[in-house]
């Protein structure tokens, strides 16, 4: 599971979704690698290695240039919808939602990662003037800091299961620490009214859900793949089954469509909902 750190794989991801979504458009200069590494918090090889990435799609001009690079003239069309990662595809409909006078967000997930970036792209709208809400509420379930996580999980070191399980724990509460920086100063700073809240679950959610609007309901499952893990000092890289949020696919359901998509819509409403009410608040944030 990755932490609030980039790879340059994730972000081309994002860059690459500005460029198909128009907010970069053919000519633009992009913005210089110093403000790319404090936007994503990386190393100006990530963001290089980032740029080299998208002008081998065809995306970029004049990588190799003392000026930030242009969006070329010539752009390729984007991927199918179920090729991106769910952050890209959350951050599409999350476009979308922040149209609307107020903006209601439910999510039930992992880890706060997918939705962190996501929300990181909306204030880059809002600082853009593409969309400007009244208000934008936020609510999230993740599982509680004593729930025993099963991954990432050693393949051949049981004896660090421990020590990864904190690393994560650790991570999801920084998650948690972005989100709260980007409601309560970015939006906020700029007139837009925010609450967010966080509740712990006393299980480990095997899908990732979002209700967007309470018109909108977004589910993926989690699927479990072997990588290579290297983020606890001194222990080098060794295996582990893991999940990706970011690989899940996302399937949409509207309330406007009526019939089976309006009842998944409704009960995904509902069970968050009852999971809010049932479940304590988290204690992470100051």
């Known amino acids: 599971m990755n932490g609030n750190r980039s790879s340059s794989e994730e972000i081309a991801d994002v860059l690459r979704e500005r460029i198909h979504a128009g907010a970069l458009k053919a000519g633009d200069r992009l913005p210089t690698q110093a403000e790319l590494v404090e936007e994503f918090?990386?190393?100006?090889?990530?963001?290089?290695?980032?740029?080299?990435?998208?002008?081998?799609?065809?995306?970029?001009?004049?990588?190799?240039?003392?000026?930030?690079?242009?969006?070329?003239?010539?752009?390729?069309?984007?991927?199918?919808?179920?090729?991106?990662?769910?952050?890209?595809?959350?951050?599409?409909?999350?476009?979308?939602?922040?149209?609307?006078?107020?903006?209601?967000?439910?999510?039930?997930?992992?880890?706060?990662?997918?939705?962190?970036?996501?929300?990181?792209e909306m204030c880059t709208a809002v600082a853009r003037g593409e969309v400007h809400p009244k208000s934008v509420e936020v609510r999230c379930l993740l599982p509680g800091s004593d729930v025993v996580?099963?991954?990432?999980?050693?393949?051949?070191?049981?004896?660090?299961?421990?020590?990864?399980?904190?690393k994560l724990k650790a991570q999801i509460d920084e998650q948690q620490k972005v989100i709260d920086f980007y409601l309560s100063s970015v939006l906020r700073d700029r007139g837009i009214e925010t609450k967010l809240a966080f509740r712990s679950l006393a299980f480990v959610p095997s899908v990732k859900q979002y209700v967007l609007n309470g018109t909108l309901a977004l589910q993926g499952n989690y699927q479990v793949a072997r990588r290579s893990y290297e983020d606890l000092p001194g222990e080098g890289e060794f295996?582990?089954?893991?999940?990706?949020?970011?690989?899940?696919?996302?399937?949409?359901f509207r309330r406007d469509r009526g019939g089976q998509d309006a009842e998944i819509v409704q009960d995904t409403k509902e069970c968050f909902d009852a999971l809010w009410e049932s479940n304590a608040p988290r204690h992470t944030l100051s």
């Open 149 to 166: 996580l099963p991954y990432p999980d050693p393949v051949d070191r049981p004896d660090l299961r421990a020590d990864v399980h904190r």
């Open 41 to 120: 918090g990386v190393e100006r090889g990530t963001v290089r290695q980032a740029l080299r990435i998208l002008q081998s799609q065809h995306l970029l001009t004049n990588v190799t240039k003392g000026s930030p690079p242009r969006v070329a003239e010539v752009r390729t069309e984007p991927q199918p919808q179920q090729s991106r990662a769910a952050r890209v595809v959350l951050i599409s409909y999350l476009k979308e939602a922040f149209r609307s006078p107020e903006v209601r967000i439910d999510a039930i997930s992992f880890t706060a990662e997918t939705l962190m970036w996501a929300l990181g």
């Open 239 to 252: 295996e582990v089954f893991d999940v990706s949020g970011f690989k899940s696919m996302l399937f949409e």
